[in-house]
């Protein structure tokens, strides 16, 4: 199919792209360089990063940005005053944006827990949601989901793990699913003991041997928690249960996960390991344009190994079992508790090794409830910091 002759067969989508400076947002970017006839920008949103937002926006000439730091208003504004673009700033600005008339599409693309407002926002005004937000599931799935139902609103993943599963399942809707393989590098310290992590550095840990990421991302893959925060995702995404899904270390990241059916056959997909290639898969779908980005050769790539994760010295994958196990707000806990804890050994306030320590103290220590409202979640989010910011500035032995 002449997919890029043929714009009749497959409507420009208008996007808002929520998150644009970030890894993912600036991938996105590339995509829809590669294919202006599909894709449209129409917004662009951004927390601090003032100037690449500026460059983005003079570029692709949105309708409208969103700033999220208030105090970078003036700059932004005024760098865009002659142009076509309309300028705004804060959270109830970015989640207005998110319910643009003239958008179709939002990519979720935003860091931690501040994706789940605006995916509702945009889920209730019938926008088709491209989430590569996994946090908005971790702590909201079960809003997010029902939301999706009652607007009947699709949710294509982004995330290559989920992707893959997504694209596995295509076509098989009335095959019973056996158990979904989520798959993982096993990040920068795979095979090491909890010996070997005591001193590791954040430098080190930003250091991933497969994958270009965001530093909040890199250092989950380090820990594992990105894998633990997948399995969430997955169980909110396809229906399956936690015991279902099965994580398995690829150190190759050449098969990005795999499905198992009934009849014991196996679906995997399989790609270079390059995040262009389930964005674009997630906005275009169910078509495939042609993509300018580096070919799998098997030849050279010679052999895949896999193995199973090493929980107990990464105990942040056991935490979110036990977190979705639970239920409840627990893993709006461990996820709120999990991007203080990255934020905190960023800034080398704890080790590295505390980083699970203190993501399992704030499961054991912020009030559980089994009530699941955007408002119990937003004060469970908010309590969760407060307590994991406590601990660590009064430096309580983790």
């Known amino acids: 199919m002449a997919l890029n002759n043929t714009p009749q067969d497959f409507p420009q989508k208008k996007l808002a792209v929520l998150g644009s400076t970030g890894s993912i947002g600036t991938q996105t970017l590339e995509v829809v360089r590669q294919h202006p006839d599909l894709f449209a920008i129409e917004v662009l949103s951004a927390q601090n990063q003032a100037d690449i937002l500026i460059e983005q926006a003079l570029e692709f000439k949105p309708n409208m940005v969103v700033i999220g730091n208030e105090a970078l208003y003036e700059k932004v504004n005024e760098a865009l005053y002659r142009t076509d673009t309309k300028v705004f700033a804060g959270r109830e600005s970015l989640e207005e944006a998110a319910c643009c008339a003239e958008v179709n599409t939002v990519v979720t693309a935003l860091s931690g827990a501040a994706g789940l407002k605006p995916t509702l926002k945009a889920i209730e005004a019938k926008k088709n949601i491209a989430l590569a937000n996994k946090e908005t599931l971790v702590a909201g799935g079960e809003l997010v989901c029902k939301a999706s139902r009652e607007h009947r609103v699709p949710i294509i993943p982004i995330d290559s793990e989920h992707s893959a599963i997504f694209q596995c399942l295509a076509g098989e809707q009335y095959n019973p699913v056996e158990k979904i393989f989520l798959t993982g590098s096993g990040g920068p310290f795979r095979g090491k003991t909890r010996a070997e992590l005591e001193n590791i ?64 056959s196996v679906k995997a997909q399989l790609g270079v390991p390059d995040m262009k290639l389930p964005i674009q898969y997630a906005l275009s779908y169910p078509f495939r344009p042609a993509l300018n980005t580096p070919r799998l050769n098997f030849a050279e790539l010679g052999s895949l190994h896999f193995e199973k994760p090493d929980t107990d010295t990464f105990m942040c994958l056991a935490l979110a079992y036990r977190a979705i196990e639970k239920g409840g707000n627990m893993p709006c806990i461990m996820n709120a508790a999990n991007e203080i804890a990255v934020e905190a050994f960023l800034a080398e306030k704890i080790s590295f090794l505390q980083i699970g320590r203190l993501i399992e103290k704030a499961m054991e220590t912020v009030t559980f409830s089994a009530e699941i409202q955007l408002k119990t979640l937003e004060e469970t989010d908010a309590d969760t910091r407060d307590f994991c910011r406590r601990t660590v500035a009064s430096g309580i032995s983790l």
Request: proline share 6%; aromatic share 6%.
């Open 201 to 264: 550095t954040p430098a080190q840990a930003l250091k991933h041997p497969t994958w270009s990421m965001g530093r909040k991302i890199t250092i989950d893959s380090s820990t594992l928690m990105n894998k633990g925060l997948e399995m969430i995702e997955a169980k909110w995404l396809f229906g399956v249960r936690p015991e279902d899904i099965e994580v398995v270390i690829q150190p190759e990241s050449i098969i990005h996960s795999m499905v198992s059916f009934a009849d014991g």
